[in-house]
T-cell receptor, first 116, second 113 residues
Framework: EAGVAQSPRYKIIEKRQSVAFWCNPI?????LYWYQQILGQGPKLLIQ????????DSQLPKDRFSAERLKGVDSTLKIQPAKLEDSAVYLC??????????????FGPGTRLTVL | AQSVTQPDIHITVSEGASLELRCNYS??????LFWYVQSPGQGLQLLLK??????LVQGIKGFEAEFKRSQSSFNLRKPSVHWSDAAEYFC???????????FGAGTRLTVKP
């Protein structure tokens, strides 16, 4: 079974530029998550999708971050404009479905963003 | 909301020695608990998880963890550490109602030859 795919693996941009990350979850997984992991910290949930709807985006800085999952499969996370403090690893995860019982999340390899 | 504390930022052990990584959680109901390992430049790999039942959980790579409700802890153990175990270890707690998961800050493990 293929795992969660993410691209690019690495990205270097200058502050105030825009950047986009892509994630393709495990086939059949209805729930998709984006996490931000700053160096020296644990991952922090940014946004959770159930199919193509947003379940939780309370920790997403909506003034500069946006995410979509239009067809309920793959997803894109965008930062516009980027700030120095956005330098982090952006992890995507997926799970079967949150309803009824707890579902294990499977993580992709992440995208390491450096903002100069 | 649930939260996790990993009191040790960095631990160094000798190869072949035993290991215990501490994890304390805060959650109002019975939690779902996880340990993940992250090697440099890699994603998160699940070592083990506790959902219910036996409080001693066996995982991959020879790791185990014990859920102690009275102490709100879920410490990770390994009887004999290998050099390849050097990595960052994260404890996480999941909420039972929405699949929300919160991570600790991590413990970095260094293994001395």
């Amino acid at each position: 079974e293929a795992g969660v795919a993410q691209s690019p693996r690495y990205k270097i941009i200058e502050k105030r530029q825009s950047v986009a990350f892509w994630c393709n979850p495990i086939s059949g997984h209805a729930t998709l998550y984006w996490y931000q992991q700053i160096l020296g910290q644990g991952p922090k949930l940014l946004i959770q999708f159930q199919n193509n709807g947003v379940v939780d985006d309370s920790q997403l800085p909506k003034d500069r971050f946006s995410a979509e999952r239009l067809k309920g499969v793959d997803s894109t996370l965008k930062i516009q404009p980027a700030k120095l403090e956005d330098s982090a690893v952006y992890l995507c995860a997926s799970s079967l479905s949150p309803s009824g019982r707890y579902n294990e999340q499977f993580f992709g390899p992440g995208t390491r963003l450096t903002v100069l | 909301a649930q939260s996790v504390t990993q009191p040790d930022i960095h631990i160094t052990v000798s190869e072949g020695a035993s290991l215990e990584l501490r994890c304390n959680y805060s959650y109002g109901a019975t939690p779902y608990l996880f340990w993940y390992v992250q090697s440099p430049g890699q994603g998160l790999q699940l070592l083990l998880k506790y959902f219910s039942g036996d409080t001693l959980v066996q995982g991959i790579k020879g790791f185990e963890a014990e859920f102690k409700r009275s102490q709100s802890s879920f410490n990770l153990r390994k009887p004999s550490v290998h050099w390849s175990d050097a990595a960052e270890y994260f404890c996480a707690v999941g909420a039972t109602n929405n699949n929300d998961m919160r991570f600790g800050a991590g413990t970095r493990l260094t293994v001395k030859p």
